[in-house]
């Protein structure tokens, strides 16, 4: 059974950071590309961030580039993000995605996790 489990998740005051992580099982972590989608309150999906199944190559939305960093570890089935500079803006449910072998939108994931809520305010 395919599992994600994403925490690191909080209350954290404007340009402060978090490092969100998401421990992958049930399948093999290495052979699938991953991604970061999040969901404000009355808003639909907004993909966020991913990186192939080396880590070599990542992708970023506009709205995060320059102050996100999407990073995996193959060997510990984990996939991070990074938030630094974070704006209330950024407040949302933040899911951890696989992709599966093919796809035309970071948004066409297979499985998600439950999420882990960050909230920016001061």
């Known amino acids: 059974e395919v599992q994600l489990v994403e925490s690191g998740g909080g209350l954290v005051q404007p340009g402060g950071s978090l490092r969100l992580s998401c421990a992958a099982s049930?399948?093999?972590?290495?052979?699938?590309?991953m991604t970061w989608v999040r969901q404000a309150p009355g808003k639909g999906p907004e993909w966020v961030s991913a990186?192939?199944?080396?880590?070599?190559?990542?992708t970023y939305s506009d709205s995060v580039k320059g102050r996100f960093t999407i990073s995996r570890d193959n060997v510990k089935n984990t996939l991070y993000l990074q938030m630094n500079s974070l704006k209330p803006e950024d407040t949302a449910m933040y899911y951890c995605?696989?992709?599966?072998?093919?796809?035309?939108?970071?948004?066409?994931?297979?499985?998600r996790g439950q999420g882990t809520q960050v909230i920016v305010s001061s």
């Open positions: 049930g399948f093999n972590f290495g052979w699938y590309a």
């Open positions: 990186i192939v199944t080396g880590g070599g190559t990542t």
């Open positions: 995605a696989r992709l599966p072998e093919r796809y035309s939108n970071f948004l066409q994931y297979d499985y």
